[in-house]
T-cell receptor, first 116, second 117 residues
Framework: AQKITQTQPGMFVQEKEAVTLDCTYD???????LFWYKQPSSGEMIFLIY??????QNATEGRYSLNFQKARKSANLVISASQLGDSAMYFC?????????????FGAGTRLFVKA | GAVVSQHPSRVICKSGTSVKIECRSL??????MFWYRQFPKQSLMLMAT?????????EQGVEKDKFLINHASLTLSTLTVTSAHPEDSSFYIC?????FGTGGKAFFGQGTRLTVV
């Protein structure tokens, strides 16, 4: 069964506008971590933002914020004021707790295209 | 920030030969490293968890005799693709964590694009 679901294979956004990339997850662990990574065409994985399952406030890192809705098991990434350099593949990931072996698993990814 | 170096970035090898990929954590000790494989336009698939000083833990469906993983020190893990075949051509990427439990960032190497001809 899919543990990380990213339902948007591709997204378009106009430069300077905000965009939300969806991510839902499934786990029975009480303690887990949620991550977002950016992968440009070069292939490197760039860490963007982290949300712990016990964190009460939504994580923010500059233009990135994570809309964490624990009851709905969703961890959407919001990018404000999109820039052309934001065009890339974005992966949502989850690290489960002890029962999940503390492994980080990834969603299928969403390709974001920022239009000038 | 923490840096993970992966080498080589690209390798082309003949079918039947073996290829070794190195993953080094440059400024922190990583007791655990992870090896992923990524097919074109697909997500990262976890292959194995590499534990320093012990045997790697492989994910279901990953041939441990084909993908040999060694984690000899706290800063170095290697993945050896043995008797490579064209279907092994892929992008391999390692990651290392600087924390414990569910926290800590996972830092990634630059990836290795393997082409088997």
């Amino acid at each position: 069964a899919q543990k990380i679901t990213q339902t948007q294979p591709g997204m378009f956004v106009q430069e300077k506008e905000a965009v939300t990339l969806d991510c839902t997850y499934d786990t029975s662990d009480q303690s887990y971590g949620l991550f977002w990574y950016k992968q440009p065409s070069s292939g490197e994985m760039i860490f963007l933002i982290y949300q712990g399952s016990y964190d009460e406030q939504n994580a923010t890192e500059g233009r990135y914020s994570l809309n964490f809705q624990k009851a709905r098991k969703s961890a959407n990434l919001v990018i404000s004021a999109s820039q052309l350099g934001d065009s890339a593949m974005y992966f949502c990931a989850m690290r489960e707790g002890l029962t999940g072996g503390f492994k980080t698993i990834f969603g299928a990814g969403t390709r974001l295209f920022v239009k000038a | 920030g923490a840096v993970v170096s992966q080498h080589p970035s690209r390798v082309i090898c003949k079918s039947g030969t073996s290829v070794k990929i190195e993953c080094r954590s440059l400024d922190f000790q990583a007791t655990t490293m992870f090896w992923y494989r990524q097919f074109p336009k697909q997500s990262l698939m976890l292959m194995a968890t590499s534990n320093e000083g012990s045997k790697a833990t492989y994910e279901q469906g990953v041939e441990k005799d084909k993908f040999l993983i060694n984690h000899a020190s706290l800063t170095l893990s290697t993945l050896t693709v043995t008797s490579a075949h064209p279907e092994d051509s892929s992008f391999y990427i390692c990651s290392a964590r600087d924390g414990f439990g569910t926290g800590g960032k996972a830092f990634f190497g630059q990836g290795t694009r393997l082409t088997v001809v």
